[in-house]
């Protein structure tokens, strides 16, 4: 079963908003990784990070490796129609190879 | 670089019959992975190969699941004997030898078990 927790479940924003996200689980992951799925389509790799720590962006996004390697957050900045989706954090442990656990996503919607 | 393709797209099919999808990676992507994903759910991992070798194969893929990779370059994954609980997209993904951890996903594969 699942492993990561993702919170919120879902969000109803208005364009231009700011959004925040997060991923947390019980065990430690050595990569974090988000993705974004839109219907009927597979996840789209967004931002990918490897460090304790670390803090990376990809135009409006950014995202954190937590400290802990326990918790990964995912910030979207003025948000617009077309970042409608859902949003996916996925982990991979020292110990599980190349297999990512994913959480259950967070559900994004937009209204302009 | 065209990206991972997924054939076919969609399979309805009734249960007990067999099924067969078959996934083209990113060219020059040594790693090819199969993950299910139900709805309202994460993708789940299924099983991968580096080149050939099939590596690592989850719980989850019962002996009804086989998934081969002959020639290190497409891989087909087989369902025998099809149940209703087999219903869910089968998405593929790819990554890079030197960039193993980021795996690009294809469109998947949406399965219908009747």
């Not at chain 2, 309805?12 to 019959?17: F, P």
Request: hydrophobic share 30%; charged share 20%.
């Amino acid at each position: 079963g699942q492993q990561l927790n993702q919170s919120p479940q879902s969000m109803f924003i208005q364009e231009g908003e700011d959004v925040s996200m997060n991923c947390t689980s019980s065990s430690i992951f050595n990569t974090w990784l988000w993705y974004k799925q839109e219907p009927g389509e597979g996840p789209v790799l967004l931002i990918a990070l490897y460090k304790a720590g670390e803090l990376t962006s990809n135009g409006r996004l950014t995202a954190q490796f937590g400290i802990t390697r326990k918790d990964s957050f995912l910030n979207i900045s003025a948000s617009i129609p077309s970042d409608v989706g859902i949003y996916f954090c996925a982990g991979r442990k020292e110990t599980s190879g190349s297999r990512l656990t994913f959480g259950e996503g967070t559900q994004l919607t937009v209204n302009p | 670089d065209t990206g991972v393709s997924q054939d076919p797209r969609h399979k309805i099919t009734k249960r007990g019959q067999n099924v067969t999808f078959r996934c083209d990676p990113i060219s020059e992507h040594n790693r090819l992975y199969w993950y299910r994903q139900t709805l309202g759910q994460g993708p789940e991992f299924l099983t991968y190969f580096q080149n050939e070798a099939q590596l690592e194969k989850s719980r989850l893929l019962s002996d009804r699941f086989s998934a081969e990779r002959p020639k290190g370059s497409f891989s087909t994954l087989e369902i025998q004997r099809t149940e209703q609980g087999d219903s869910a997209m089968y998405l593929c993904a790819s990554s890079s030898p030197g960039l193993t951890y980021e795996q690009y996903f294809g469109p998947g594969t949406r399965l219908t078990v009747t």
